[in-house]
């Protein structure tokens, strides 16, 4: 019996961390994907289309739009990985009998290399278990490196045979010891990838940084300057032409340089405006000093959400809101974020608080 598909969409959906420790969105396909599937195929290279259905296959037909979008969440699965919106990469499988089913992968080139193979493979071969199924099979060709190491990296127990010049690959899906630890492994590094938009940067803006002596945003300029911090310090101040000796900028995007973290100190309601500021800047880490959200009652816990949603939404790494900042004392970087004004001396240990 077909599964509920509104069950599906929401047991399926996860916030997955990409091996570079960017954030991203994986979710089941649905109907409504159709323009961001089309939009999705156009960027990708006739090379990865070729691979995909060996052959040249330079656009989708409306036909395939709705096969690819269309699926009964039960014998034929859909996923996609979504940054920003728009869909980065797609996987499907299409049971063949109540045993097996065929996979494919689909994920655009400029995001190729970051996990997403694994990661679809990964939450579909979850998602066939649940179905009852036991193996999956994938035709691949000889030259497709990048998918071919996908199956192989994964802990499954592949076989495969070569014909027509197509390789078939064949692996039941159970969770192995092996497989389990591969993907325990390919999270801490994602994991670990993801704090270095956090404490290995080079260039800092502080949005709402301020002229007044007794604010946070002043105190956040302040703390970096004296902190004898490396990289570069950007004052943002959209009603200032200099902070503390600094240049002001109006927005993020007006900083000349690239931008590797923000520290926002601007009124709650303005943060999820700075979070779209950074998203169009590129900036990977994002550091919301601003207080407002969850301690303040149920409209500061939706505010909250909203703020989390949309930063994973768009690949920003976040640390609050509400919070006392980041400090990292290695020589080399020696970055204070944060609300203390001195820096502690250099150790061994390293500490996380929540509270």
Request: charged residues 25%.
């Amino acid at each position: 019996m077909a599964a509920d598909p509104e069950v599906a969409l929401r047991e399926w959906e996860a916030d997955v961390v990409l091996l570079d420790g960017r954030p991203a969105r994986l979710r089941p396909i649905r109907p409504s994907d159709s323009e961001r599937l089309v939009a999705f195929y156009d960027r990708v290279s006739e090379r990865s289309r070729y691979y995909r259905f060996f052959a040249p296959y330079p656009a989708l037909s409306a036909r395939d739009v709705e096969k690819f979008t269309s699926v009964d969440h039960d014998r034929r699965v859909g996923l996609v990985v979504t940054s920003g919106g728009e869909i980065i990469g797609m996987g499907h499988y299409d049971a063949v009998d109540d045993r097996q089913a065929e996979v494919s992968f689909l994920v655009e080139d400029a995001h190729q290399g970051r996990g997403l193979g694994q990661l679809l493979l990964e939450h579909l071969a979850q998602a066939a278990r649940e179905r009852g199924l036991q193996r999956f099979v994938a035709d691949v060709l000889p030259d497709n490196g990048r998918m071919l190491q996908v199956f192989r990296d994964q802990g499954y127990r592949v076989s495969q045979h070569l014909a027509d010049g197509v390789l078939r690959l064949e692996f039941p899906i159970e969770q192995t010891d092996t497989a389990v630890g591969v993907m325990v492994a390919r999270e801490h590094r994602a994991e670990a990838a993801s704090m270095r938009a956090f404490f290995d940067v080079r260039s800092v803006a502080v949005v709402g940084a301020s002229r007044r002596q007794d604010t946070v945003g002043r105190s956040l300029v302040r703390n970096l300057v004296l902190g004898d911090f490396t990289g570069a310090v950007y004052a943002v101040n959209s009603q200032a032409d200099s902070v503390a000796g600094l240049p002001a900028y109006r927005s993020v995007q007006e900083i000349p340089g690239d931008v590797d973290l923000a520290v926002v100190a601007v009124p709650a309601e303005f943060v999820t405006d700075v979070v779209l500021d950074c998203a169009a800047k590129g900036v990977r880490g994002l550091v919301v000093i601003s207080s407002g959200f969850a301690e303040t009652g149920d409209e500061g816990r939706e505010r909250q959400r909203q703020l989390l949603g949309l930063a994973r939404s768009y690949g920003v790494r976040l640390v609050g809101p509400n919070c006392l900042g980041v400090i990292n004392t290695a020589p080399g970087v020696r970055l204070n974020a944060s609300l203390s004004p001195l820096m502690p001396a250099r150790g061994r240990v390293g500490f996380f608080c929540q509270s």
